[in-house]
């Protein structure tokens, strides 16, 4: 690294961590800073909150801890871009201070739908048959629910803003955000990329107001410059550009190269979800819009799985306490051990069969959907679990993939997987026995972040152009090839048995949801 090449500095802020990352104009990872948070708060079942300023403060914590891991000089950072979790919002009054917790994308609280939605659009959607969908977006919209149950706090709210709003907002004092990170229970235009028209239904579906919301920029354009307070925050020099990047999981595909529809780019996280950029507007699922790319003028065609990694999290929480233990006293960590866990099963796990729906969806899946383990027999034990839950997810992206082939005409040729899970060997391997595909890791683990970096850097003009600096910037690290036994066994499961699950169990759901209440 010369002592004087151009630095910039990417945040990353996740739903487990804030990382603070520095990356030079060849994708390379200088320093990084990793300040662990706490996902969320809880004050009734099922909400998720958390404070605002609580991701301020990791953010400057992350910071302080980059600068200890590396030489590089602050002064060498040309400037600062920003990545986050999807679809958390949060309130502020007249003066820019928060009025109550941010709430999580993970939130389960449900507003009250009062009515149809009235004129045109009603008519429409009751032609349609889509009354269903549109009245479950009127249940998850967060506004609606604060609005409803604590109208005081909605009357002194003047700005409603995602969270990458937010951090934008504390770094450059103006209220702007990316057109890549509008992605939640907002009027957005997903296929324009701005706010809903005047005449969009989202205005009759919630009591947001245009005057709320932040002024959009391009992923690549200038968000504003850092304020003396947020430069001090960060340990960088006052004025530094900052510059508009996109959400995580759009950053994580550019990060990945993903930049055509023939790269299907897949993200084992929280959430998992499958990928691809393009330049025409597809729904992978009708009502369910393409989300806005990293790319600007792009489309993130995506199908996602909700719960996606977290279900490995929610394993190794309840099944996994004698590998986290025995890895402690190793000095490991203990993803080798759960790899091990996958080994010792083979492909198929034996019969056990899982569908991965542990939280219910809008429209495929229905909101009725729960998840679903079939084919227990007595030689199953944890281990199978554990590699039936890793075989179910992969089955779920491979029908997403399929869904995204048929609506969009094209043939997804390669797989870049990126997020936690991607570091499981065991994984990686066996997403490509079951999609039948080569699946590539990218050359670091830190896509979402290189994904705004590349963003950055073509606005800062360190780059001319995406191809370049996605040319320059990205490349594939190891490469897993399917195996061909493996690959017919998990053909025929996934034909012949998976993608039957759902719609045998799919009215068994329906009434387990009439007679319990959930899920709601």
């Known amino acids: 690294m010369s002592p004087k090449e151009p630095l910039i500095l990417a945040i990353d802020n996740g739903t487990q961590s804030v990382r603070a990352l520095l990356f030079d104009t060849c994708g390379n990872l200088i320093g990084k800073g990793k300040q662990d948070i706490e996902p969320y ?3 009734q079942p099922g909400w998720a909150e958390q404070h605002p300023d609580y991701f301020w403060e990791a953010l400057g914590k992350a910071c302080a801890l980059l600068w200890q891991d590396t030489t590089a000089d602050p ?19 007249e003066n820019g201070e928060p009025l109550r917790p941010a709430i999580i994308w993970l939130d389960q609280r449900h507003a009250k739908v009062e009515g149809p939605v009235t004129g045109p659009w009603g008519w429409l959607f009751k032609l349609l048959r889509l009354e269903p969908t549109v009245d479950r977006f009127r249940e998850k919209t967060q506004a609606n629910w604060i609005a409803q149950n604590q109208p005081d706090i909605w009357a002194r709210t003047r700005h409603f803003l995602l969270l990458s709003g937010y951090l934008n907002y504390r770094l450059t004092g103006e209220f702007r955000d990316s057109v890549g990170s509008q992605v939640g229970y907002i009027p957005f235009d997903y296929k324009r990329h701005r706010w809903a028209g005047k005449r969009d ?3 009759q579906t919630m009591p947001v107001k245009p005057e709320m919301l932040p002024e959009l920029v391009r992923p690549g354009d200038r968000i504003g410059e850092l304020t003396t307070d947020a430069a001090a925050h960060l340990g960088l020099p006052k004025a530094l550009p900052v510059i508009a990047a996109a959400s995580d999981k759009a950053c994580e595909i550019l990060g990945s190269g993903g930049l055509s529809p023939e790269v299907g780019c897949m993200s084992y996280g929280t959430t998992a979800t499958i990928n691809t950029t393009s330049k025409r507007y597809v729904e992978p699922v009708r009502m369910m819009p393409p989300y806005p790319s990293a790319l600007p003028g792009h489309y993130s065609t995506e199908v996602m799985i909700y719960r996606g990694f977290w279900m490995v999290s929610w394993f190794k929480r ?11 006293q190793k000095g490991i960590e203990p993803e080798a051990l759960f790899d091990e866990l996958v080994r010792a099963v083979p492909p198929g796990s034996m019969g056990l069969m899982l569908q991965p729906y542990w939280s219910p969806g809008v429209r495929q899946p229905g909101p009725e959907a729960k998840g679903s383990i079939i084919g227990f027999g007595d030689v199953h034990t944890r281990s199978h679990i554990y590699r039936a839950i890793l075989e179910g997810l992969a089955y779920a992206l491979r029908e997403g993939k399929e869904r995204i082939e048929k609506r969009s005409g094209v043939p997804i ?9 991607s570091q499981s060997d065991a994984a990686m391997q066996l997403t490509a026995d079951v999609f039948g595909l080569p699946a590539e890791r990218p050359h670091t683990y ?6 705004a970096a590349i963003d950055a850097a073509v606005g800062l003009g360190l780059h001319p152009d995406f191809d370049t600096a996605v040319a320059a910037m990205t490349r594939v690290g190891d490469v897993f090839h399917p195996r061909e036994a493996s690959r017919l066994l998990y053909e025929r499961l996934y034909r012949e048995v998976y993608l039957k699950m759902y719609p045998q169990l799919q009215p068994l759901y329906r009434k387990i949801r009439d007679i319990t209440g959930y899920p709601q």
């Open 201 to 203: 239904f989202k205005w």
């Open 413 to 421: 040729r390669k797989l870049r997987v990126a997020g936690g899970g």
């Open 446 to 451: 830190e896509t979402s972040g290189l994904g």
């Open 75 to 93: 002064g060498q950072v040309a400037g600062v871009t920003v990545t986050t979790q999807r679809g958390t919002v949060i309130n502020l009054d």
């Open 41 to 43: 708060f809880s004050e």
């Open 318 to 328: 309840e099944f996994g306490l004698r590998e986290q233990k025995l890895a402690e």
